[in-house]
């Protein structure tokens, strides 16, 4: 769920140019100075650019007062407290792709996103998000989303526009109250049965990027049915029940078929070959549901179209 933790104290830190800064909790510990307990946190993160990033004035206490170099590097750690950073993101790429978006209310934002951007910032991706560039153009600092896809697929996505309405929206998902419809395009069996389910054990493969099916009890079910026969191609329909990570392309794949384009399933791409000419086939592609505010059906269709 996207609707997930949030650091909470009486000071918001404000977005700059749509981008909140990043929070994280200062435990007990061995520490002698802050500056000690970021490099033991963040190994990836080099002194000098924290220290860089508190010249800035890009890292605050929970009171909202900048932490200056001095304080970070030669006063004593002090515990139980947040800190608030806000990250850059150097020679961050520029996604050349459009997020649409479908329809707005006081509550709600639907969005179509295209292949390749990410919903919100990870990793090497930051202000090239839907998130962040949604913030920009529309000025709205409270967005946030209900839900995920990956940076991979298209389609659907929903966005929260007001904190008091937020918890309503997420608790469908959570229920798995909203009716999630997906498009595929992957190898054509003739000697597979259609329609079917596929219900099996989803967990970690032993590399952050990847997922795989274990014996045990089930945690990921997916209806499976063929809209379409292209030939050696055929375009499917997948209707997950719950929400385990990679779950579509994990189940497909167990099906033998592997979703074309997939830089993930059967085999890992290495990072930084993206093909902008062979997006992975698969689409977001319908989201229905009952309003929990105003009591009425909701179906959201993307406009988007696979190209196999």
Not at 38 to 52: I, K, N
Not at 274 to 284: E, G, K, N
Not at 289 to 294: G, M, V
Request: charged share 20%; glycine share 6%.
């Amino acid at each position: 769920m996207a609707c997930g933790t949030w650091c909470l104290s009486a000071f918001k830190p404000p977005t700059r140019q749509g981008i909140g800064p990043s929070c994280v909790g200062l435990p007990a510990g061995p520490w002698p100075t802050l500056l000690d307990f970021l490099e033991a946190r963040f190994p990836g993160v080099t002194s000098q650019t924290w220290l860089d990033r508190m010249a800035r004035g890009d890292v605050i206490d929970e009171q909202g007062e900048p932490v200056l170099p001095e304080r970070a590097a030669q006063a004593p750690y002090a515990a139980h407290q947040r800190l608030y950073y806000y990250r850059e993101v150097p020679d961050e790429p520029h996604i050349p792709f459009d997020e649409v978006v479908l329809f707005e209310d006081a509550h709600l934002l639907v969005v179509d996103k295209p292949h390749f951007l990410p919903v919100v910032p990870s990793g090497g991706y930051l202000r090239e998000t839907v998130l962040v560039r949604l913030k920009n153009k529309l000025d709205l600092d409270d967005l946030v989303p209900i839900h995920r896809i990956d940076r991979d697929t298209a389609g659907l996505v929903l966005f929260s526009k007001q904190p008091a309405s937020r918890a309503a929206y997420c608790a469908l998902f959570s229920q798995h109250a909203v009716r999630k419809t997906y498009e595929a395009i992957a190898p054509w069996r003739s000697d597979l049965t259609w329609p079917q389910t596929r219900a099996s054990r989803i967990r970690e493969a032993g590399h952050f990027m990847l997922q795989q099916e274990v014996p045990g009890q089930p945690n990921a079910i997916t209806h499976i049915d063929v809209l379409e026969v292209r030939g050696a191609l055929a375009r499917y329909q997948l209707q997950p029940v719950t929400g385990q990570r990679h779950q579509l392309r994990v189940h497909m794949l167990a099906l033998g078929l592997p979703i074309v384009n997939d830089g993930l399933y059967p085999t890992l791409t290495p990072e930084g070959q993206l093909d902008y000419a062979r997006p992975l086939q698969l689409l977001a592609k319908r989201l229905e549901f009952i309003d929990p505010i105003c009591g009425e059906p909701r179906q959201f269709d993307s406009e988007r179209v696979l190209s196999g």
